[in-house]
């Protein structure tokens, strides 16, 4: 394929991604199903080229974007208060899954290798943060459930590609060591992790030396490819990498983005992260005419395949299901902690968290690099890409009508001491308040600024008077919009301040803060001193 012809080929997959989203928008259908199912169609279609996914290409292009963003808006305490779910799920879940399915898939297809077996269930195991985040997005459930769904989605890659490595490695030479897949697993995490640390932090610094809007934006994207690539480069996890460089900045956003910067950030990333999701279930639902002509382009081929495929998909659903209800009972019994501060939780939590495991383009991205002389490698293929298309469009269409159905509560008690928005809100304008009242005429003692309300009649008067009149006016001008703006930063500073203090959550701080960015961008426009657009 020409390097225009692959072009054509993007432009082409873009509009139908967008087509595909606009209709699942008006038939209620989750777009990452819309799109999957599209990609399909267009694998089989006559006449399309041939188009050859490169799994190293794809974790590269689209993993760190789309990593960066969903850890960039993860609550860190949320995820703190949930590190035991999330690791249960990360590490117990995935584990146990491997060797669920890795039994099954032999008992299924007895002449695979065990090291095969067990690299399919390393391949399968982990849900993907992509596809997690994309489904998640249209259904209502309870911040805390959000946030261990959407952790363990982002932090399982580690395990499951340590498990995938050594069963790889087992299935080629033979030859496997627990101690060493321990201590590749720790080094993953470790140096990943420290990586991503490092990396945000550099931003951060750079961050606060730049001043366009446009330099910030593309240094966040440069961030996660730096901290995803260099993390790979010493052998760590990428993945970890991006996303312990993701909460960094998501953290100290606040402190380090002025409102221009954010809006503009937030803008940019939007419509990248939306295009790359379109693509990514495209291009899985696209893998479909690998797959075919892995298996001899006949269906024939493909449906003797079948048996293990559906055992191991079912193998996948249920292992979660088996190891989710266990660990949701008893860790409050097991914790002190948990036993004081959480309600027995209901059978719907349970059923809701092991039916939420969809699978996505990490799964994909693995099977696809197997080695050609790995045994068995076109029957785990077929059943990754069985596995995916379940998760996606059987467990990601059924869970908003089971949640539903369950009548599970989307919403979540407050903890003790901390404010809601409304709340929130008094204080940032007291603030505000208390900052214009201590400006007060030298000579007089009387409030300089008392009818900040009248600004747009203050506008229609400066504009009617005469030329000579300007500099006055001007110099008013400049004074009333240092005052209100004084009263804006005032605010956002009693803001962070309640947030520091665990006073308000991290959702009532980006409502506020966003509030808070439109009225500082609103008064410099007027003011004549707002940022030039590029």
Avoid at 383 to 403: R, Y
Avoid at 477 to 492: I, M, N, P
């Amino acid at each position: 394929m020409t390097p225009v012809a692959l072009f054509e080929l993007i432009l082409a997959l873009l509009g139908a991604a967008l087509l595909l989203s606009l209709v699942a928008g008006r038939l209620g259908f989750p777009p990452a199903a819309a799109l999957v199912l599209g990609g399909m169609v267009l694998a089989v279609a006559p006449g399309l080229p041939a188009f050859d996914l490169d799994p190293d290409l794809i974790m590269v292009l689209f993993l760190p974007p789309l990593l960066l963003e969903s850890a960039y808006f993860t609550v860190w305490r949320d995820f703190r208060a949930s590190l035991g779910p999330i690791l249960s799920l990360s590490l117990g879940a995935v584990l146990f899954t491997t060797l669920a399915v890795g039994l099954i898939a032999h008992a299924a297809a007895p002449v695979l290798p065990w090291a095969a077996c067990f690299a399919l269930g390393a391949i399968v195991s982990p849900p993907d943060a992509v596809a997690a985040k994309a489904v998640l997005a249209r259904v209502a459930l309870p911040r805390r459930m959000v946030t261990v769904l959407e952790g363990e989605s982002l932090v399982n890659d580690a395990s499951g590609l340590v498990l995938y490595r050594f069963a790889v490695a087992a299935a080629l030479t033979g030859s496997f060591s627990a101690w060493a897949a321990a201590g590749s697993f720790a080094w993953l995490a470790a140096a990943g992790v420290a990586v991503g640390l490092v990396s945000g932090l550099a931003v951060n610094a750079l961050v606060r030396r730049l001043h366009d809007a446009n330099a910030v934006t593309v240094l966040s994207f440069l961030a996660a490819y730096a901290a995803y690539l260099a993390a790979e480069e010493v052998h760590a996890s990428g993945v970890l990498a991006v996303v312990a460089c993701g909460l960094m900045l998501g953290g100290r956003e606040h402190e380090t983005f002025d409102a221009h910067v954010r809006r503009h950030a937030v803008a940019v990333w939007e419509f990248v992260v939306f295009v790359l999701e379109a693509l990514v279930f495209v291009l899985i639902g696209l893998a479909l005419r690998g797959v075919l002509a892995r298996t001899g382009g006949e269906f024939g081929t493909l449906a003797a395949e079948l048996p293990l495929a559906l055992a191991v998909t079912a193998a996948c659903v249920v292992a979660r299901l088996i190891w989710v209800f266990p660990a949701v009972y008893l860790r409050p019994i097991l914790s002190a902690r948990g036993r004081s501060q959480e309600p027995p939780p209901t059978p719907a939590v349970p059923l809701i968290v092991g039916w939420a495991g969809m699978r996505g383009v990490v799964t994909l991205a693995a099977a696809l690099a197997l080695p050609v002389e790995f045994p068995g490698r076109d029957a785990i293929l077929v059943a990754a890409f069985a596995v995916i298309l379940f998760t996606v469009l059987v467990q990601g269409t059924t869970l908003g009508p089971l949640i539903r159905r369950l009548r599970l509560d989307p919403g979540a008690r407050l903890p003790d001491g901390h404010l809601d928005a409304p709340m929130a809100r008094v204080v940032v304008n007291e603030a505000g308040l208390a900052s214009l009242e201590g400006l007060v005429s030298p000579e007089t003692g009387a409030l300089q600024h008392p009818r900040l309300v009248e600004e747009y009649r203050r506008r229609v008067r400066a504009t009617s008077r005469d030329r000579d009149e300007r500099a006055a006016l001007e110099a008013e001008k400049t004074e009333h919009f240092a005052a209100a703006l004084l009263a804006v930063r005032s605010g956002r500073s009693a803001l962070i301040a309640l947030h520091r203090e665990n006073r308000i959550h991290s959702s009532v701080l980006r409502q506020l803060e966003t509030e808070i960015d439109l009225e500082e961008l609103h008064l410099k426009r007027l003011a004549g001193t707002a940022p030039a657009q590029g």
